[in-house]
């Protein structure tokens, strides 16, 4: 693991050249990531193809689309970002002026997992490269085309000493993690989450974590059950579940319940045809481990199949699937599902279920489908979640203008536009005191001192 060691120092000594303090040369750096993906469009629509069976439109519209349309907005904004921010001056600091500068970290160690292994590998790289730092990319073991794809693009891209992609498991993390990086961004599971800290906190360094959790999708006897159903089926089943702000479960009132699951079922019939399994372009579980995973949740028996429930060992696809009548305290309800498997749970007051939600740890989405503005405002400050949407689900990763990230167990820090310029950049106060008086008030009166002798 020396490679890593030397790796890690000789970024140290190319961040310390001050070469990337330039703006223009981090958006040199930006455009030049640009383009290189553009021109492995191809090999990463493939790469995530056999890691996940991803369609080219998923392929384009979460993970290659997404990335290009960031570097985008961040080169249109990346000049005024990184200029000083004129802060206010307080009387009592009357002759001073105030600002805030943004300076970069220095090392940056990106951990990212399998499930978007493309986007979220290079989401937090374009705001760590705006920032101006240097940064080592760990991709994840489990999507070895894509992680091969991605060191191929860095690669041809950018010297090691500025941007690097260090391939392999949690033994690569690990090492890395004991070298001298100035902060860590990690994606992946609570529990991952919990170690990438405790290493954090041994070298006393920033972290962020974006992590998971049960998120919850609560449809009140108001909402438009028609669409509710289409926008849910469509951020639950994108990428067969595997997606970290997918609602994970349904809380429906009980009068629409019925009526609900009826549109479920036409939306599904709608975005994956009758024989969803039959669908080419059908994403599949990531491994067997996951595969049995989720058939271990199948078979527990538990509430009843509402649609789908099959699945192919072969293809390790899972038919998109509903389960009803399940108990707050059933098997399924204790930890993130991460697969096309959606329980319905029932409620009648909406404080109760509001109740249950913050009775566990907190969720990093929380979708509210309702016609109803006061209803809306009851969910939205009666939980506390990392973020999420009224009438929608998912949609509010994709707004550049929405800092993205958990709370609590969900994870800490959020980044995308110009959080993730500011979360990769330590804040720096100034204060610019004039030398034309000095009042005196501030000082220890010379009378009283003397007193006191
Ligand atoms: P994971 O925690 O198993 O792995 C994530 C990364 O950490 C991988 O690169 C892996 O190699 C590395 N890793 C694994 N064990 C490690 C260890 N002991 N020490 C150091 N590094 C280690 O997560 P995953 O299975 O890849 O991803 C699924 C999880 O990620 C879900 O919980 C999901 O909710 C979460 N997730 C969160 C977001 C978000 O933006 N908040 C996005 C996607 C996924």
């Known amino acids: 693991m020396d490679h890593y060691k030397a790796l890690i120092q000789q970024q140290h000594a190319f961040f310390a050249t001050g070469q990337m303090k330039a703006v223009a040369l981090r958006r040199e750096a930006l455009i030049r990531l640009r383009d290189s993906i553009r021109r492995h469009e191809r090999a990463i629509t493939d790469a995530l193809k056999a890691d996940l069976n991803k369609s080219e439109f998923e392929a384009y519209a979460t993970e290659i689309g997404i990335v290009l349309s960031e570097i985008r907005f961040v080169l249109k904004h990346l000049r005024a970002w990184a200029r000083p921010e004129k802060a206010k001056t307080p009387l009592t600091h009357i002759g001073s002026r105030s600002a805030i500068y943004s300076e970069p970290y220095g090392v940056v160690l990106i951990i990212a997992p399998w499930n978007f292994p493309f986007q979220l590998a290079l989401m937090p790289l374009i705001g760590a490269i705006a920032a101006g730092n240097c940064a080592v990319i760990k991709p994840s073991e489990l999507t070895p085309r894509t992680s091969a794809v991605i060191a191929r ?16 498991g949690a033994e690569t993390s690990r090492a890395l993690l004991r070298e001298s990086v100035d902060y860590v961004f990690f994606t992946g599971s609570p ?3 919990r170690l ?18 049960k998120s919850p999708c609560i449809v009140h006897k108001d909402a438009n059950l028609k669409l509710a159903a289409k926008r849910i089926v469509w951020g639950k089943f994108m990428n067969a579940g595997q997606t970290c702000i997918a609602p994970d479960y349904l809380y429906v009132h009980y009068s629409v319940k019925t009526l609900l699951i009826e549109q479920l079922k036409l939306a599904i019939g709608e975005l994956y045809g009758i024989d969803p399994l039959n669908n080419a372009s059908y994403t599949r579980i990531v491994n067997d481990k996951h595969f049995d995973r989720l058939l271990a949740l199948l078979n527990e028996g538990e509430g009843h199949v509402s649609i789908g429930g099959a699945s192919d060992r ?10 009803a009548g399940i108990q707050e305290d059933d098997a ?17 007051d909406l404080d ?6 913050n009775s566990r740890p907190k969720p990093l989405a929380l979708y509210i489908f309702s016609e109803n503005k006061a209803v809306q405002q009851q969910a939205l400050t009666g939980a506390s979640f990392g973020g ?19 709370v609590g167990s969900s994870g800490m820090g959020a980044y995308h536009g110009h959080s993730g310029f500011k979360l990769f950049s330590h804040r720096k106060s100034v204060l610019k005191m004039t030398t034309l008086f000095d009042l005196p008030f501030r000082y220890p009166h010379l009378k009283h001192a003397l007193k006191r002798v």
């Open 153 to 168: 693009i860095i690669g041809e891209t950018f010297f090691d000493v500025y941007i690097a992609v260090a391939e392999g």
């Open 191 to 193: 529990p991952v989450g």
């Open 196 to 213: 990438i800290m405790e290493a954090a906190a041994r070298r006393l360094i920033p972290v962020t974590l974006e992590l998971g959790g």
């Open 314 to 323: 072969d293809s390790l696809r899972i038919e998109p699937t509903v389960l």
């Open 332 to 348: 399924i309800m204790k930890d993130e599902i991460f697969g096309p498997i959606l329980p319905v749970l029932e409620y009648g």
């Open 352 to 357: 109760e279920a509001l109740a249950f939600v």
């Open 388 to 406: 999420g949407c009224v009438n929608d689900t998912v949609f509010h990763f994709t707004s550049p203008h929405l800092p993205f990230g958990g």
